[in-house]
Every structure is written in C-alpha cells, then in structure tokens.
C-alpha cells in the first residue's frame, strides 16, 4: 500500500471539475478514486500514475514520504507546545529536525518550519539574532504562504522589542497589523500577531490599543469556535482592563484562568497567580 495525500487529490480534480467517475474512466473503479481521497492509500503505483497524470500532477506531490509524514507530526507537536508557552520544549524538539530545504519547499513546509524554528529560537532560547535570520528566510522565499509572512514581520517585532528597539519593535507590528486588515477572513493561527501586538502596546503603556487589539484576536478564536491561545488573549485583556481601570477590574482574570485550566496551561496560570498576589500585597503589576 502506498501512503498518499488524497485531499490534495481531492482538491485538483475539484479546481479542474472533473467528477470521480470522470477521473476513474479506463484506469480504474469510481470507489478506488473515493477510497484514495477519503482513505488516503494507494494499492497500486500504475493506477496512482495514470490518476496523477490525468490531473497534471507529479507522483511526488502525492506521495507521502514517510520522514515527512514524521516531520509534520513533529512541527504539530511543536505548535502544541507553543500554544501553551512551551517554547524551550518546542526548541529541543525542532532542533533535532535537519530537513533539506528542497525537501521542505516540496512538501509546503519551508515556511512553518522556520517560523517555528525561529519563534522557539527567540522566545525558547532568547537566541534573537539566529531568530530573525530564520523569519527573514521566509520573507526573502516567493513561495512563502501569506500566514506565515505575517507572523514572522510580527515576530521580527517581538525580537526588536526584546533588544529594546521599541521603535523598529513597533514598525514591525503596525506593518503585521496591516497586513491583517487586507484579510476578509484571518486564519486562526494568526490570532497570535493581535496577542503579540497587544501585548507589546500594553508594554508601551497603550493600554487601549492593546485592548482592542486582544478583541480582534478573540475575534477570531470566535469565529472558529476555537480555545487556541485564547487563554493567552484573556490574560491580555484582563491585564489591561485592570491598568485602564486602575487596578479595580480584576473579573477577567477569573475566566483567563479558567480557560488556562482547561489548556493545561500552567505557565500562564503561574503568571495569572504572581498578578493576583502582587495586587493583593498593594504592589503595582
């Protein structure tokens, strides 16, 4: 049996309108073209040839190679981590990746494996000239996807931010919030440069520009009726109503953490529990 992408199947014989049957006629069954895209598994190399070459596509852009299949099980095993601010643990775990980079722009991950490479090098490792080579790679390679550009100009921010550039810091994440604005309907994964933005502001004292900007990433995780980084966006949010109100609206808290149980997300409860007992001894967060 061979290992196979039928959604990417699936996908072109969609775009060129061909129906199953269309597809199937002189190779094979109509059920063999529905259990391959549904299935994902070939049993035969010569009808998946004739398949692709009625589609116009290559074999190597279906089959699934199988250090390939094992790299994107790491990158999303990564991205877990990262969700929940495990970025030390998702750095050790890239770090022991060495794709070729003909092998990740083959297979469409040149661009989520160095964001993910860069964004563990920068907030795992603190290694913020190594992380920004890595986002640049993404922003000089044509092929880049949109989501990934975005967030690697927004965590160009994030690294100027941690040399204390608050100048460049805030140029890099006006342009990602920019960027933003030119899409109808944002992605989940890019909830992440309004947190990032927001919680730069909030840096920055703009308490109220922060706080918009968190309601446009919560925004999102609504529309996708979804709890990733959500947790991170509430803390966001119930950390700057508390400055804007002058230390008198601790209610928000109360959900970031519940939602940050919900995510086993301990680090960010630990930071919600130091907040809650520096207000309670009177000292300024």
Wanted: proline share 2%.
């Amino acid at each position: 049996m061979i290992k196979i992408d039928g959604k990417k199947i699936r996908e072109v014989r969609k775009m060129k309108k061909i129906s199953q049957i269309d597809l199937a006629e002189g190779i094979c069954k109509q059920a063999t073209i529905s259990n391959l895209e549904r299935k994902n598994y070939c049993s035969s190399i010569n009808i998946l040839s004739e398949i692709c070459t009625r589609l116009d596509i290559t074999l190597e852009e279906v089959i699934i190679n199988p250090e390939t299949g094992k790299l994107k099980e790491v990158l999303a095993e990564v991205e877990k981590l990262c969700s929940i601010g495990k970025h030390k643990e998702a750095f050790d775990l890239i770090d022991e990746q060495t794709p070729s980079i003909s092998e990740l722009k083959k297979n469409q991950l040149f661009s989520k494996f160095f964001y993910y490479k860069g964004i563990t090098n920068l907030l795992g490792k603190n290694e913020i000239e190594r992380s920004v080579l890595d986002f640049q790679k993404i922003i000089n390679y044509p092929g880049s996807e949109m989501i990934y550009r975005v967030l690697a100009i927004n965590s160009i921010g994030i690294a100027f931010s941690m040399k204390g550039d608050n100048i460049l810091a805030n140029e890099y994440h006006r342009e990602s919030i920019g960027m933003m604005k030119n899409l109808e309907n944002p992605p989940l994964r890019l909830s992440r440069v309004y947190y990032n933005s927001a919680k730069f502001f909030s840096s920055q004292k703009q308490y109220s520009e922060a706080l918009d900007l968190v309601d446009k990433g919560i925004e999102i995780n609504k529309r996708h009726k979804s709890m990733d980084i959500l947790d991170f966006l509430l803390y966001e949010r119930a950390y700057n109503k508390f400055k804007l109100s002058a230390g008198k609206d601790m209610e928000d808290y109360k959900i970031a953490s519940v939602v940050a149980t919900l995510n086993d997300n301990t680090h960010l409860l630990k930071v919600i529990q130091s907040d809650l007992e520096r207000e309670s001894k009177g000292i300024s967060l």
